[in-house]
């Protein structure tokens, strides 16, 4: 079965996708929405779409688009994911899943009324090097994990226009970058009890940089850290009571990672060709195919779960985004 796929929101990330749609078989990059009936056009055309509309309305009411991948600004995901699903169309939404928690909960709360697929778009683990991760941590190749290190930030030029200094469209460091460490946090030791955040809040007002240690009922601790104004590693690390694994920059699409034991160093391969984005649309469409409503490999409650995390980040550093 081919899914016929809508794509709302032609921005970069949805470039990527499309690239990654077009290397599967089962896939087809069917019709186009956005705000602007222009650049639905264009990129229709690029990709040889059969159809574009200047409204999400449109696209979604479109009977020949099977599911809708969500690439609109983090403070349409709720709106436009309801849209769909509204129209009875399965969704695959874009990180991070909302604005915050509670909009995460309604999104699940109506696919579920619905009977409809809903996956949070987490590219990252399904990835080869995550999913080797993950089996690495299964067999307790390090023991037990007890300290995760996780940054993603880099230095963006300031204009007030860019989207990720826009509080408008949720921009900043904690939601856009910080997702990925703090997932990458979840996957390890999962729901944090405890959370300590600092951070900067810049003259647009969203956060800069942001840092938090994520406490565990065990003592298991993980340091989390996001930027937009500032260059971070990219990197992250974990120690286990029997070893360390080191992934790479960029933490969030690494091509190999390293389990280190004393002094033995195993670099373990974990490339890929062509466009990662295509991974998480296996996913999406075995879950389709198996009348799943979420997958396992980023399930509603862990999404509610990251997205709490990062709540509790923005509280204390005081962020909050127009309309919340």
């Known amino acids: 079965m081919t899914v016929r796929w809508g794509i709302a929101g032609p921005g970069g990330i949805a470039v990527g996708f499309a690239n990654g749609l077009q290397l599967l078989d089962d896939a087809e990059i069917y019709a186009i929405g956005s705000r602007s009936a222009d650049r639905a056009r264009d990129f229709a055309a690029q990709y040889g779409a059969s159809a ?3 409204s999400y309305e ?28 509204e129209a009875g169309k399965p969704v695959l939404c874009e990180k991070p899943f909302a604005l ?57 030029p300031f204009d007030p226009d860019h989207r990720l200094y826009d509080a408008e469209r949720g921009g900043g460091g904690i939601l856009d970058l910080g997702v990925y460490p703090v997932q990458f946090a979840s996957l390890v030791l999962g729901t944090p009890t405890s959370v300590a955040a600092q951070g900067r809040i810049g003259e647009t007002g969203v956060d800069e940089q942001v840092a938090a240690v994520l406490g565990h009922s065990g003592g298991e601790l993980a340091v989390v ?23 790479p920059a960029f933490m969030h699409c690494p091509g190999s990672l390293t389990v280190v034991r004393g002094f033995d160093r195993e670099e373990i391969d974990g490339s890929w ?50 309309g919340e």
Not at 61 to 84: C, I, K, N, W
């Open 225 to 247: 850290k996001a930027a937009i104004a500032t260059n971070l590693g990219c990197t992250a690390r974990i120690a286990g009571t029997e070893g360390t694994i080191e992934i």
């Open 52 to 54: 574009s509309y200047g």
């Open 273 to 322: 060709e062509g466009d990662g984005l295509r991974f998480q649309v296996e996913e999406f469409h075995r879950c389709l195919a198996a009348g799943e409503l979420e997958s396992p490999v980023i399930s509603h409650a862990e999404t509610l779960s990251i997205m709490g995390t990062l709540d509790q980040i923005r509280d204390q550093i005081g962020l909050r985004f127009p």
């Open 100 to 156: 915050n928690q509670t909009q995460s909960q309604r999104m699940i709360d109506a696919a579920r009324e619905r009977g409809l697929l809903l996956m949070e778009a987490m590219w990252s683990r399904f990835l080869p090097a995550y999913r080797v991760l993950v089996d690495l941590l299964g067999e307790q190749a390090i023991g037990q994990p007890q300290l995760v290190e996780a940054d993603f930030g880099f230095h963006q």
């Open 58 to 85: 449109e696209l979604a009411a479109d009977p020949g688009v099977d599911a809708v991948y969500v690439a609109t600004p983090q403070s349409r995901h709720e709106q436009d994911t309801m849209l769909f699903l």
